[in-house]
């Protein structure tokens, strides 16, 4: 059985049992000591100890596998006067397409009308953690202490340095290609224990996903089917449509080989909810498997699992509209354009990591003029779309990293077309294959 069919089938499996162990642990028919036997050593004691030890296994690699891909990438570029067209592209593209996003997703709840008919009773206070002002986001994106920013995980920071001492190799002569050199092993020993990782994935996503379905259980979604179900359709809407259509315009590539290679990536992503612990496979996944250069696919990758958060805008889109409904507050074409500007200015400054879209949704609720509780509402859910608006997340990575890697002839569309493409790169890298 390939790997990805293994994590799809622990997906499968996780969601059923913890599913199973929902109905069991609140089921009056078992014994009390039972349900706390099941709750305590199996729920919160080997779930949990297995789904953390997972998690924290893939946040282990983020900070080095970024670090030295960027310096990998900007070395090789150093000298083309690249890099800077090629940020550009990256920037413009992700904030198009959280753009995009945002506005599908407005519109389409408009049509839906999801909140429509919904009480009120029981909406608890929310308190907001309020959100960093922007002139602090851009001051904070230059490190003042690199150490400090690779200890805390400050991943903005950690791309600037990367890409300044890139740049300085690429300029430093002799030495500078000893470093290179370096780094290039390096990142070869990385992307290995990338590879041993994902080995043991499987039961990393199934103890993850068992926990959580046990903990919330299958009634959280049916309580707000029609909110849950408009946020599911606008995701597959722009995961499907929207990004194929950018590929296929912009990158004259057929959209189906990247939708069948992401699955694995989509599987991590689901599973963790975190578009910065789902990376390593992200940026693993774009070079070896969607043919994407180093160069290329080291900028655009960490750049995008920090501020390309379209999964998170459609989210705040129709929590938006559904908030507006249950109050019965009208959203005007004013409101429409501040809901617009303010969620994709916001991914800027969000976090790649679980529910942070609830910090920035209430900044965004406040620039319409909504009551910040209303989050209240939707909290219950939020989970569980969490991990669906991830997969988009990272999805829209790898599809602008195709894009800006095809534009700069960084790209190698054998790879892309390859089926195998993954046993076909480390043959290739290895001399074996032409």
Not at 70 to 83: F, N
Not at 140 to 165: R, Y
Request: net charge neutral; proline share 4%.
């Amino acid at each position: 059985m390939s790997l990805t069919n293994k994590i799809l089938l622990a997906m499968v499996a996780g969601i059923l049992l913890g599913s199973i162990l929902n109905l069991l642990v609140n089921a009056d028919a078992l014994a009390l000591q039972h349900r706390q036997w099941v709750d305590t050593y199996v729920i919160d004691g080997l779930f949990e100890v297995v789904g953390r030890i997972f998690v924290a296994s893939l946040k282990l690699l983020v900070v080095p596998l970024v670090l030295v891909s960027l310096i990998c990438g900007s070395a090789s570029l150093g000298d083309s006067a690249r890099m800077g067209p090629i940020a550009g592209k990256t920037l413009a593209l992700y904030l198009a397409t959280t753009a995009i996003a945002i506005t599908l997703a407005l519109l389409v709840a408009s049509l839906v009308s999801p909140g429509a008919g919904i009480e009120m009773q029981g909406v608890a206070a929310f308190e907001p953690t309020p959100p960093p002002p922007l002139k602090e986001v851009l001051v904070n994106i230059f490190p003042s202490n690199p150490v400090q920013a690779m200890a805390e995980g400050n991943m903005l920071q950690i791309i600037v340095f990367a890409l300044l001492f890139g740049y300085a190799i690429s300029h430093a002569g002799e030495a500078g290609r000893r470093l290179a050199a370096f780094f290039n092993d390096l990142d070869a020993a990385i992307m290995k224990m990338v590879e041993i990782l994902m080995a043991l994935a499987p039961w990393g996503v199934f103890a993850l996903l068992a926990r959580l379905f046990a903990n919330l259980g299958l009634s959280a979604i049916l309580d707000l089917a029609a909110y849950v179900l408009t946020v599911l359709g606008v995701l597959l809407l722009h995961a499907l449509a929207v990004y194929s259509l950018l590929l296929s315009i912009l990158g004259r590539l057929s959209p189906r080989m990247l939708l069948r290679k992401m699955r694995p990536v989509w599987a991590f992503a689901f599973s963790t909810a975190s578009s910065g612990a789902t990376l390593p496979v992200t940026l693993r996944t774009v070079e070896k498997k969607l043919g994407v250069h180093n160069s290329v696919a080291g900028f655009t990758v960490p750049l995008g699992a920090t501020i390309n958060m379209d999964g998170t805008a459609i989210m705040q889109g129709v929590a938006t509209v559904f908030i507006a409904q249950v109050y019965g507050v009208e959203l005007g074409l004013a409101e429409f354009l501040t809901v617009i500007l303010t969620a994709t200015l916001a991914s800027i400054g969000t976090a790649a990591v679980p529910g942070v879209g609830l910090i920035t949704l209430a900044m965004v609720l406040e620039q319409a003029g909504l009551p910040v509780e209303g989050i209240a509402l939707i909290i219950g859910v939020d989970r569980i779309l969490d991990m669906v608006r991830t997969a988009v997340n990272v999805t829209g990575d790898a599809t602008v990293s195709v894009i800006v890697a095809r534009s700069e002839q960084q790209f190698d569309s054998a790879i892309y077309d390859d089926p195998r493409a993954d046993t076909a790169a480390a043959a290739r890298s290895a001399g074996a294959i032409p």
